[in-house]
Nanobody, 125 residues
Framework: VQLQASGGGLVQAGGSLSLSCAASGDSIRRYCMGWFRQAPGKEREFVAAMRWSSGPSYYADFVEGRFTIVKDHAKNTVHLQMSSLKPEDTAVYSC???????????????????WGQGTQVTVSS
């Protein structure tokens, strides 16, 4: 499966953005889809993931209910809807897919095989 992320941009603190990850070559129903981010000088970290066709969903603690991962099967796309953004959310966000990751490893980027290119999210204070 090939993944193409989009939707990043510059937003003020408290604002919202919706990222999209369009998949081609296979159906996202077959994959656990995740979002990760990497800020300058920091390691890549888990943001959110959704297993198979309809969840459940998993979120990093820092999300605190501000983000929602959604699978749009009709468009073979995964969205990350982000609200109440903070300057510390500034990072390059990447989507990823795995056909075999187990739940206990769902937050580990090493268990994702397919990656889209990143999209920059910048939150100004």
């Amino acid at each position: 499966v090939q993944l193409q992320a989009s939707g990043g941009g510059l937003v003020q603190a408290g604002g919202s953005l919706s990222l999209s990850c369009a998949a081609s070559g296979d159906s996202i129903r077959r994959y656990c889809m995740g979002w990760f981010r990497q800020a300058p000088g920091k390691e890549r970290e888990f943001v959110a993931a959704m297993r198979w066709s309809s969840g459940p969903s998993y979120y990093a603690d820092f999300v605190e209910g501000r983000f929602t991962i959604v699978k749009d099967h009709a468009k073979n796309t995964v969205h990350l809807q982000m609200s109440s953004l903070k300057p510390e959310d500034t990072a390059v966000y990447s989507c990823a897919g795995s056909s075999s990751v187990i739940t206990s490893e769902i937050r580990n980027p090493r268990h994702y095989t397919y990656w889209g290119q990143g999209t920059q999210v910048t939150v100004s204070s």
